[in-house]
């Protein structure tokens, strides 16, 4: 009888925390920027020694309060 993979078993896992460098990569933002809104209080982070770890959380909190609403276009004609 073949063995039956399991989700767990198939997917790469990937680390709850991550560096400036990984969260990079991850989200498309600089790691310049990210160091900024660390040392401006804009975003979480952990420090761990001298690494500073983000989660993901910390990431979409700071895109909500960042974002800017979308306009709907006005209608032409009458």
Known sequence: MAKKETASQT????????????????????????????????LEYIQNGNRRLIADAAIWDWYERAKTAVNPPAKQGG
Do not use: F, H, W
């Open 11 to 42: 997917a790469p896992l990937l680390p709850m925390l991550k560096t400036v460098e990984q969260m990079s990569k991850v989200s498309g933002i600089g790691e310049n920027k990210l160091r900024e809104l660390m040392d401006s209080g804009e």
